[in-house]
């Protein structure tokens, strides 16, 4: 898991960065799982380094339940058809904020941050992994899948922040 120092938070923002950490690590560590818990630290630490932080304002319990909420969202967690899934209804129960509110918090944070569906920076490692459109990239005019490429050209399209990782290099993969 990303540990908070590493996210950059500035100063002014940081106390409360940690206290919604606090919050969605209990909830997602009890509940979810590890990487739900690091995909919000990860969108924590991006809603603290805003400029202003919209983690100055409010209740910190609240932006906790809106940023379960939106990854939820983002990773199909209230889909029954997933093997880790939890309904709208059962994490407000267990965030103690009411479904509404988080959802409008959800969707303050998708517009501050601007994320959509298949955001491979806030998605699963399953959902990346699945996805054919995280690997979609446009070589020479030609649509290519970027796992069908060459280390070297998949390391660069990493590097360009093109692809999310480079395929070739996982375990298993050599």
Request: with cysteine.
């Amino acid at each position: 898991m990303v540990e908070l120092d590493e996210l950059r938070i500035p100063r002014e923002a940081r106390p409360n960065a940690e206290q919604v950490v606090v919050v969605t690590d209990a909830l997602c560590l009890e509940h979810l799982d590890a990487e739900y818990a690091d995909l919000c630290r990860r969108l924590v630490g991006k809603l603290g380094r805003k400029r202003p932080s919209p983690l100055l304002r409010g209740d910190l319990r609240i932006w906790a339940a809106g940023v379960v909420y939106v990854l939820g969202q983002l990773n199909f967690l209230f889909d029954k058809s997933q093997a880790l899934h939890v309904t709208p209804d059962t994490l407000s129960e267990l965030l103690n904020v009411k479904k509404t509110t988080m959802a409008n918090k959800a969707k303050l944070i998708r517009d501050t941050i601007g994320l959509s569906h298949f955001d491979t920076e806030f998605s699963r490692r399953e959902l990346i992994d699945s996805s054919p459109l995280a690997w979609m990239l446009e070589v020479d005019g030609t649509i290519v899948d970027a796992r069908r490429l060459s280390v070297a050209l998949q390391v660069q399209a990493f590097q360009m922040g093109l692809i999310p990782y480079v395929p070739a290099l996982e375990p298993g993969n050599g």
